[in-house]
């Protein structure tokens, strides 16, 4: 439903710019630029090369990780087991006295037991997600009324200690956003050495098939900050304050 | 639109060196950023130089720009095939009409806002206000100078000039909390009023760091997560950006996502990266339904046209000229009258808003060339500046010559009498002459001329010497 002025203004807008810098027809071919013309199988066979190095390099990788996460105010737990993750977690969940826990339904859990963990201890969790009885529309206060949320990435980047979260079904927005305090679970094959890597990765998801691939994600890479009044520093403000990385494997 | 104010310069400033609590800011708050920024550029970013990684930004900026028809076509193009909306707007009263219209539509009561600098050019809040609806900022920064009344006092640190007391003190007027100095304290108090505001929220208007043109992607650098919040929460999302924030790929984002927090405010990367393509997909659990892109002109067209200042928009809005400007530390924000302030507000603002009553702003610089050392895209800010300086002395075809007849006729008169050895060699021997009156212990004090009396009001003229250098070097060099 495009409002009435949309692209009315477009082509003279275009123009004005064109006239701006000196021409006078559009620029019809794909610019010389290597970021932009690499095609699809070069592409891949970059994705493949990238692949084979973060393999052989995993122990560094996760080292390096944890190091810089570390340094960004990330508490970083390193486990081998994913029964040690899932404890890990419940461990985390216990100690933060969380009265309401909510985690998202990432395909993490199918191996990282977490509601087992949770129940032995006696903690009690939503799962935010719709289905069932729940509507998308419970989710929003759900999730504002939560204290700990708790959810797997699709990747983690050594470089700059981030996590990357990719919302979709089952996996919302709101729960490693709205709680105060947030646990993430990192396996190993999910390490990435640096931005390069991600982006490699991802722009290759667009070029096969852009309609499934995801039109939102984040980087987290570390606590909600300011240092708005005095350029003092002071953790937790809209985001989650307090956040946990649990990495699994070597 | 956002009020401009640049024509009162000279009184501004005067005001803020005179007002000890921006002297206090100032001299006590800038040090964080230039002490975190050397830190962080020393540290590890892979194989690459900082410098080659400059080098790198600067060109495929200039690339952009230079083919920014084509880029925006494509953002266009992608930025529909995701499911959103992209709309031109011509200056800020287009772009507030757009949002108005988009609101509208949407039966939009309640607006949140992550931080924009381009939405402080259209004056979006008051646009807003007038039409019924409630827009509230959600950058810590922007929400307290939203309180005062006032515009950012830096581009990423609005509230700077704000102590923690008057803080707590426009809480306790807005919110009805106990007066506090801790500063983690004001900090829940924001976080508290402002979760109501997010959840009720139909609309959030967010900024763009950058856009991306190959897969229409909005990228937004942000450190309190209100950013995803405005970009989670409500029911629509508007992000609006200036025209020239385009990068061609995403494999272009690893550079810029390297210099830009390290170069704003000296973090290896900011506390959240948000990537946003479009509406959240039929399938997701939360996200907003509508997405709309607004790419603002508003005198930007300005400098795309002249084939100097053009390198202006390549700025990617860190800061750092603004921190390691001698003249910017001494001043601060609020003087240069529009919304950039610092070296780079020098630059933009006479062409974005009227050269001749911004003629002040391209001499508020020693020309010391600090700026253009840290600037993460390379822009040449001195250059531009004494292009500008020029602009405004000759008039540019937009305005007239700023400066007033006398001073041209004074320009003349010094061309003339230094353009020739003779000429500068007959016109020292007179102003020798001239002066001797007056020198005092080798120094004039005070120029009894009524139209350069003012030089000598806060400074000392070194006199000129009794005997020129060209005559005691062909004396020998021997004592005077």
């Known amino acids: 439903m495009p409002t009435p002025d949309e692209h009315e203004n477009k082509e003279a807008f275009l123009k004005r710019v064109r006239e701006a810098l000196g021409r006078s027809e559009p620029i019809l071919h794909t610019p010389d630029h290597a970021s932009l013309k690499t095609t699809p199988p070069r592409q891949e066979e970059k994705v493949r090369t990238i692949q084979a190095k973060v393999e052989a390099r995993r122990p560094q990788l996760i080292a390096r990780l944890a190091e810089i996460a570390g340094a960004a105010s990330w508490n970083v737990h390193r486990v081998n087991t994913v029964e040690g993750a899932a404890a890990t977690v419940a461990e985390i969940a216990g100690r933060a006295n969380a009265k309401s826990i909510v985690r998202s339904a990432e395909e993490v859990f199918s191996r990282v037991d977490v509601d087992g963990a949770l129940r032995r201890r006696g903690l009690s969790w939503t799962v935010l997600a719709s289905g069932g009885r729940r509507r998308r529309s419970d989710l929003k206060r759900l999730a504002f009324a939560s204290d700990l949320g708790i959810t797997g990435v699709t990747f983690a980047i050594a470089e700059t200690g981030s996590c990357v979260i990719t919302p979709r079904r089952g996996v919302a927005r709101l729960t490693s956003l709205a709680p105060a305090t947030l646990v993430l679970i990192v396996e190993a094959e999910q390490v990435l050495e640096s931005l390069d890597d991600f982006f490699a990765i991802t722009r290759l998801g667009y070029q096969r098939d852009r309609g499934r691939s995801p039109s939102y994600f984040n980087f987290i890479s570390g606590p909600s900050r300011t240092a708005d009044i005095e350029q003092t520093l002071t953790i937790g403000v809209h985001g989650p304050g307090e956040v946990h990385m649990v990495l699994v494997g070597q | ?480």
Request: glycine residues 8%; aromatic residues 6%.
């Open chain 2, 1 to 480: 639109m956002a009020e401009v104010k640049t024509a009162e310069f000279k009184q501004a400033s005067g005001r803020a060196i005179r007002n000890p609590g921006i002297q206090h800011a100032l001299d006590h708050v800038m040090s964080h950023f230039t002490e975190a920024r050397a830190a962080v550029i020393e540290a590890d970013y892979g194989d690459e130089s900082w410098e080659s990684m400059r080098t790198r930004a600067a060109a495929l900026k200039s690339h952009t720009i230079e083919r920014l028809d084509y880029y925006l076509d494509l953002v266009d193009k992608n930025v529909r095939r995701n499911g959103g909306h992209v709309y031109f707007a011509d200056d800020a009263a287009h772009a507030n009409r757009i949002v108005l219209e988009i609101a509208e539509r949407a039966g939009v009561k309640r607006v949140i806002k992550s931080k924009s600098m381009v939405s402080e050019e259209m004056g979006i809040n008051p646009a807003l206000e007038g039409a019924g609806i409630e827009p509230v900022e959600t950058d810590l920064g922007e929400y307290i100078i939203q309180l005062a009344g006032e515009t950012p006092f830096h581009i990423i640190a609005p509230a700077m000039h704000k102590t923690r007391q008057e803080v707590s003190d426009l809480f306790q007027d807005w919110l009805k909390t106990a007066p506090t100095d801790d500063i983690k304290r004001l900090c829940v108090i924001a976080r508290d009023a402002l979760r109501e505001k997010f959840e009720a929220a139909d609309m959030g208007i967010s900024g763009a760091n950058f856009v991306v043109a190959e897969t229409g992607t909005v990228v937004l650098v942000t450190n309190e997560g209100n950013g995803r919040m405005t970009t989670s929460v409500p029911r629509v999302h508007v992000a609006i950006s200036g025209m020239e924030k385009i990068l061609p790929a995403m494999e272009d984002l690893p550079l810029f996502l390297r210099l830009l927090p390290r170069s704003a405010t000296g973090q290896r990367i900011t506390s959240y990266n948000t990537f946003v393509g479009g509406p959240r997909a039929a399938s997701d659990e939360d996200g907003p339904e509508e997405f709309h892109l607004i790419l603002v002109d508003n005198g930007r067209l300005n400098l795309l046209k002249d084939e100097v200042l053009r390198e202006a928009l390549n700025c990617i809005r860190c800061g750092a000229c603004l921190n390691h400007c001698p003249v910017y530390r001494k001043i601060g924000g609020h003087a240069y009258g529009w919304v950039y302030s610092g070296p780079i507000g020098a630059v933009v603002t006479p062409p974005m808003t009227n050269t001749k009553i911004a003629r002040d702003l391209p001499f508020a610089s020693t020309l010391c060339g600090a700026c253009r050392d840290v600037c993460p895209v390379k822009i040449d800010l001195p250059r531009l500046l004494l292009h500008l300086r020029q602009r405004v002395a000759e008039g540019d075809g937009v305005d007239g010559p700023a400066n007033g007849w006398s001073e041209r006729a004074f320009a003349r008169r010094w061309y003339n009498a230094v353009k020739t050895r003779k000429a500068l060699e007959s016109s020292t021997r007179l102003a020798r002459m001239l002066q001797r009156p007056i020198v005092r212990r080798g120094v004039i004090r005070k120029l009894p001329l009524p139209l350069v009396a003012g030089w000598t009001k806060d400074r000392d003229f070194p006199a000129l010497a009794p005997k020129p250098f060209r005559q005691r070097w062909r004396e020998g060099l021997g004592g005077d």
